[in-house]
């Protein structure tokens, strides 16, 4: 099994900025294979945000923050970041990472994903 923990939410003002934070760990060795940030906003779906996948390094965006939000990956501490700048109204939801431990064509739908974070509120006001 693998947690994830999830920090760095809060509350921000329009074009402000915020950096979310999530580490894996396991009792037992993993296989890390890609990361992700989803959000759901109220009443809404999630929706996919940014993944990474970790050994290329290769990042994937969401149209809807590309420029604004950037993911990164820290090898040594089995950690992603998302780095949220710019932030608008309707940022506005649930963050939740997630991490894919197999091999995947693609990194983009929540259901590639196998372990979920319990997700972290981030508000951005008017």
């Known amino acids: 099994q693998v947690q994830l923990v999830e920090s760095g939410g809060g509350l921000v003002q329009a074009g402000g900025s915020l950096r979310l934070s999530c580490a894996a760990s396991?009792?037992?060795?993993?296989?890390?294979?890609?990361m992700g940030w989803f959000r759901q906003a109220p009443g809404k779906e999630r929706e996919f945000v940014a993944g990474?996948?970790?050994?290329?390094?290769?990042?994937y965006y969401a149209d809807s923050v590309k420029g604004r939000l950037t993911i990164s990956r820290d090898n040594v501490k089995n950690t992603a970041y998302l780095q949220m700048n710019s932030l608008k109204p309707e940022d506005t939801a649930v963050y939740y990472c997630?991490?894919?431990?197999?091999?995947?064509?693609?990194?983009?739908?929540?259901?590639?994903?196998?372990?979920w974070g319990q997700g972290t509120q981030v508000t951005v006001s008017s």
């Open positions: 997630a991490l894919i431990s197999r091999w995947r064509t693609t990194v983009v739908s929540a259901s590639d994903y196998d372990y």
């Open positions: 396991s009792g037992r060795g993993f296989t890390l294979y890609a």
């Open positions: 990474v996948h970790w050994s290329s390094a290769n990042t």
